[in-house]
């Protein structure tokens, strides 16, 4: 079965750093490109950062770029999510997913920016 763990969130300041980890299985995740989405209440989910299976192209949205990096790790089939310089928008469930959104969502994990 297809199954996406992320983990790493949790309480940081405003300023601060989290790195976020999406471990997943069930899917050919070498030739797989993957992203990042976020959620906040009353919002829908938004497309964060993604990157390509092939040469590791990433896209970010506006609002995080120079601030997020998004990076795979194959032999671990394994999403990673830096975040510096958070903000309070920042604030939300963050998941894992394929770029497409098209796999099972999983629990996602909380990030909460505050002073």
């Known amino acids: 079965q297809v199954q996406l763990v992320e983990s790493g969130g949790g309480l940081v300041q405003i300023g601060g750093s989290l790195t976020l980890s999406c471990a997943a299985s069930?899917?050919?995740?070498?030739?797989?490109?993957m992203a990042w989405y976020r959620q906040s209440p009353g919002k829908q989910r938004e497309l964060v950062a993604s990157?390509?299976?092939?040469?590791?192209?990433?896209n970010y949205q506006d609002s995080v770029k120079g601030r997020f990096t998004i990076s795979r790790d194959n032999a671990k089939n394994t999403v990673y999510l830096q975040m510096n310089s958070l903000k309070p928008e920042d604030t939300a469930v963050y998941y894992c997913?394929?770029?497409?959104?098209?796999?099972?969502w999983g629990q996602g994990t909380q990030v909460t920016v505050s002073s």
């Open positions: 997913n394929r770029r497409d959104g098209a796999l099972p």
């Open positions: 069930g899917i050919p995740f070498s030739i797989t490109a």
């Open positions: 990157i390509s299976n092939g040469f590791g192209i990433t």
